[in-house]
């Protein structure tokens, strides 16, 4: 029998991999239940993906777009009268407002790092990749700290249920800035 070609189908292995995660959990993640996801032989799974670490970075890699994406494409970020904190807070506020499962699902894989060494380089590629977009308006040392404040910020938002305070985020992100870029 041919092998059928097939140029979506490592896609559709991703995108059935981040579906899994975000109904069972990184504990319901398997080959297996890629495959049945994604309607592929279990076959296709172990071949575009050696190990579940490497099908995990790869969802990792496509769900860190998200709030990354945001801030690169937030024109109010390159206009260099626009208040930076305003604009950061405006921007985690719709971030949090938007699909629960899908923020939820990037913090997910976002702290399987913790467990998954693998996942690590790619979660720091993303605290990198969004402090250099900040470090254009800022200083890099500051666009570290904002990060992280943004990070914390909405881990605490995810974790506790509690009610997202823009004008909060944009005090604190604010004190960080500093008079000089805000």
Known sequence: MARRYDPERRQRIIDAAIRVVASNGIAGLSHRTVAAEADVPLGSTTYHFA????????????????????????????????????????????????????VELEYELYLAALRRPALRPVAAEWCEGLAEILARRTDPVTARALVALMDGICLQVLLTDARYEAEYAREMLARIIGPRAA
């Open 51 to 102: 190990s579940l670490d490497e099908l995990l970075v790869a969802a990792l890699r496509q769900a860190n777009e998200g709030f990354a994406a945001a801030v690169r494409d937030s024109g109010a970020l390159a206009d260099p009268d626009a208040d930076i904190a305003e604009e950061l807070a405006r921007l985690m506020g719709e971030w949090l407002a938007g699909e629960r499962t899908g």
